[in-house]
């Protein structure tokens, strides 16, 4: 069993508890309110912007130029194509993508990229891939079952939604895991133990990142943040 089919295994319940999540599973019946789609787009555009922060600091530490090459594609997608999912839930909330940009973090949102910022800073490249893994990972996974159990049509309101993620064949999942699996044949025991305990993490939350859409998650005391 290779590095990165082991961490997967481990990850299995926050899988599935990801599969029946609510909002997950509020995709699938296409019945989520207005105002849940509008508070993840909020979050995930500002976690967007964060990941592409951490593709930079990982292109600092990488050997190689196929490495750089790797997260420089992936920087490129998230600012060109990961916008066509967002605008699908804004078409079906009844907003402009344009408006729900510059928002405050949620709790939920601010730890998560905080988490991932700490590791990216403080290890090194196999830290970073294990950190962002999940991200796609559960993305691919959640759009290739829901293709396969719902089947959409065009007339299924997050029709482009599941589309854009579960038919990508050339996953950047598959490529993080290669590469994954090789920093983890070359490193220590107690270093693969770290690169699992922060793909772990990672995988509670993009649960939490779910949850924290279906639920309107907020500040228990509300904040005005400037928005820029």
């Not at 050339?170 to 490193?187: G, K, P, S, V």
Request: with cysteine; hydrophobic share 40%.
């Amino acid at each position: 069993m290779s590095f990165s089919q082991e961490i997967r295994q481990a990850a299995d319940p926050i899988f599935e508890a990801i599969f029946n999540h609510p909002f997950v599973q509020g995709i699938a019946k296409g019945d989520l309110r207005s105002e849940q789609l509008i508070h993840y787009v909020k979050q995930d555009f500002e976690y967007l912007n964060s990941f592409m922060r951490i593709y930079g600091t990982a292109i600092a530490k990488c050997p190689t130029r196929e490495d750089m090459a790797m997260f420089n594609e992936q920087i490129s997608f998230v600012l060109h194509s990961e916008i066509h999912p967002h605008n699908n839930f804004c078409e079906v909330a009844g907003v402009k993508y344009e408006d729900l940009q510059g928002y405050a973090l949620s709790p939920s949102s601010h730890h998560y990229i905080r988490h991932m910022l700490t590791v990216a800073h403080e290890g090194g490249l196999g830290d970073i891939l294990a950190v962002l893994l999940p991200c796609p990972w559960t993305y691919w996974e959640i759009g290739v079952k829901l293709l396969d159990e719902v089947k959409p049509d065009a007339s299924h309101p997050f029709y482009d939604w599941i589309n854009f993620y579960g038919n990508r064949t050339d996953t950047i999942t598959h490529q993080f895991c290669a590469r994954l699996d090789e920093w983890a044949e070359q490193t220590t025991p107690a270093h693969r133990a770290r690169m699992k305990e922060h793909f772990l993490l990672s995988c509670q939350f993009e649960y939490m990142f779910w949850d924290m859409a279906y639920t309107l998650e907020d500040w228990p005391v509300p904040m005005e943040v400037a928005r820029v």
